[in-house]
């Protein structure tokens, strides 16, 4: 089976710009999460989407928006770009949305450049 | 809040020496925990999990068991491979918790040489 995959692999933008990054779940899989990792950090929450519904977010501006379509898929926006946003962008599915140690499967991300 | 404390890298190492990468867990319900492995220039690959207390997870000559008592998860290899270079990731998840997102440390970077 397809592991996660992401797209496009690599982004350069400029500031002020807006962008959408794009994920598709293991097939079978229901909830998307969406993580921020910063050079030299651990990945941060920003998002979980269960069933086409915001199950949670992270500590982020309001400049950054999700959705979930019916086939799972999902895409992250993100709007007037800031230098800070610079970052790999990771998406992980998983069967379900709970944390009761169920595995979260990371695809290979997105490098987001912001000039 | 939930929490993770890795321990500071860069660790380095020769081929088949002893690996320890420390981590600590703070957690307002029952965590599971993780340890995901990342490889330079891709995402984060699952190396192994313990979703309660005393359970040893392990994969790949990896092992970690969880510790509630001194709340520690430890990642242990007893000999390292140049091919063990990467950076190891703790995180924690809370079973009890209606959201599933994942809490992660700063990551510890491991360095093996021949």
């Known amino acids: 089976d397809a592991g996660v995959t992401q797209s496009p692999t690599h982004l350069i933008k400029t500031r002020g710009q807006q962008v959408t990054l794009r994920c598709s779940p293991i097939s079978g899989h229901k909830s998307v999460s969406w993580y921020q990792q910063v050079l030299g950090q651990g990945p941060q929450f920003i998002f979980q989407y269960y069933e086409k519904e915001e199950r949670g977010r992270g500590n982020f501006p309001d400049r950054f928006s999700a959705r979930q379509f019916p086939n799972y898929s999902s895409e992250l926006n993100v709007n007037a770009l800031l230098l800070g946003d610079s970052a790999l962008y990771l998406c992980a599915s998983s069967l379900t949305d709970r944390g009761r140690g169920e595995t979260q499967y990371f695809g290979p991300g997105t490098r987001l450049l912001v000039l | 809040g939930d929490s993770v404390t890795q321990m500071e890298g860069p660790v380095t190492l020769s081929e088949e020496a002893f690996l320890t990468i420390n981590c600590t867990y703070t957690?307002?319900?029952?965590?599971?925990l993780f340890w995901y492995v990342q490889y330079p220039g891709e995402g984060l690959q699952l190396l192994l999990k313990?979703?309660?207390?005393?359970d040893k997870g392990s994969n790949k000559g990896f092992e970690a068991t969880y510790r509630k008592e001194t709340t520690s998860f430890h990642l242990e290899k007893g000999s390292v491979q140049v091919s063990d270079s990467a950076v190891y990731f703790c995180a924690l998840s809370d079973r009890g918790s209606t959201l599933g997102r994942l809490y992660f440390g700063r990551g510890t970077q491991l360095t093996v040489w021949p």
């Open positions: 957690a307002t319900g029952y965590p599971s």
């Open positions: 313990a979703t309660k207390a005393d």
